[in-house]
């Protein structure tokens, strides 16, 4: 089939190391057509610097090396996980 384009899923938990893959992916196909998008709290966007985020109806991959998302251990010892439970 020719001529349909991408849509990809960008569900509420998905990382944003994923939402970075996906928008490489998105720019590098001639196929792309819309991007579904989640949004991060902020204490997300404090542990992985670089986060991809919506501005204005569109997302710009970043121009650091890989997917240009970073992971900061000192702000992630900040939000310790929680014991598994009710």
Do not use: K
């Not at 384009?5 to 998905?14: F, M, Q, S, T, Y």
């Not at 190391?17 to 057509?33: H, I, W």
């Not at 989640?38 to 204005?56: D, Q, Y």
Request: hydrophobic fraction near 40%; aromatic fraction near 6%; proline fraction near 13%.
């Amino acid at each position: 089939m020719r001529g349909v384009r991408l849509a990809p899923h960008g569900p509420g938990d998905v990382s944003p190391l994923a939402q970075a893959a996906t928008v490489a992916l998105d720019t590098s196909s001639p196929a792309f057509g819309v991007q579904e998008a989640a949004t991060f709290r902020e204490a997300v966007l404090e542990v992985f610097p670089g986060t991809i985020v919506p501005r204005l109806g569109a997302m710009e991959p970043r121009e650091a090396p890989g997917l240009g998302v970073d992971f900061d251990e000192s702000a992630a010892r900040g939000y310790p996980a929680r014991a598994p439970g009710p």
